[in-house]
T-cell receptor, first 113, second 114 residues
């Protein structure tokens, strides 16, 4: 899992609640990503950031929000607008060059009660 | 648009036998290709990548992959499977003409029987 940490490992959310997933990296990487993983669907990109104070929507950004105030941190908020948030969430980082490899955190499993 | 396909949901192989996990891709420009492995309830771990050069790429844990441009494939291989290789394997592609995004396949679950 390299130098990327995600917390918490497990998270339970009640209907109508916003929750924030933490992602921190100490790899000095410029780029960071959030993916959602559902069984049989692979990884789908939620948001990505190529540099501090800048981020772009991925394929499934609705119901999610992010911030990138520090190079090391890229928190993801799952809002009440996300209708089916139960999933495994993976954060990744990379150097930001065209050929770079993404390095993944250990993931957060979010369950809606 | 770029895409990647892993045609097998599951691959079963006996320990000691060679294994192959298949991946095909579609891109507009030249591809950057990656293989990752995921163990239960863990993040993805990088195995190997093809950027340019030799079509046979060697990676971690004895895995290798062969880039075939004419067949647009990037199959993952290992000469002798171990029970500990049992995991979920993801192929990913980035299109050099398509910007920043990496597309992941749906994954192939590998079972190695002792």
């Amino acid at each position: 899992d390299g130098g990327i940490t995600q917390s918490p490992k497990y998270l339970f959310r009640k209907e109508g609640q916003n929750v924030t997933l933490s992602c921190e990296q100490n790899l000095n990487h410029d780029a960071m990503y959030w993916y959602r993983q559902d069984p049989g669907q692979g990884l789908r990109l939620i948001y990505y950031s190529q540099i501090v104070n800048d981020f772009q929507k991925g394929d499934i950004a609705e119901g999610y929000s992010v911030s990138r105030e520090k190079k090391e941190s890229f928190p993801l908020t799952v809002t009440s607008a996300q209708k089916n948030p139960t999933a495994f969430y993976l954060c990744a980082s990379s150097s930001g060059t065209g050929t770079d490899t993404q390095y993944f955190g250990p993931g957060t499993r979010l369950t809606v009660l | 648009a770029q895409s990647v396909a892993q045609p097998e949901d599951q691959v079963n192989v006996a320990e000691g036998n060679p294994l192959t996990v298949k991946c095909t891709y579609s891109v507009s420009g030249n591809p950057y290709l990656f293989w990752y492995v995921q163990y239960p309830n863990r993040g993805l771990q990088f195995l190997l990548k093809y950027i340019t050069g030799d079509n046979l790429v060697k990676g971690s844990y004895g895995f290798e992959a062969e880039f075939n441009k004419s067949q647009t494939s990037f199959h993952l291989k290992k000469p002798s499977a171990l029970v500990s290789d049992s995991a979920l394997y993801f192929c990913a592609v980035r299109d050099t003409a398509g910007g920043f995004k990496t597309i992941f396949g749906a994954g192939t679950r590998l079972f190695v029987k002792a």
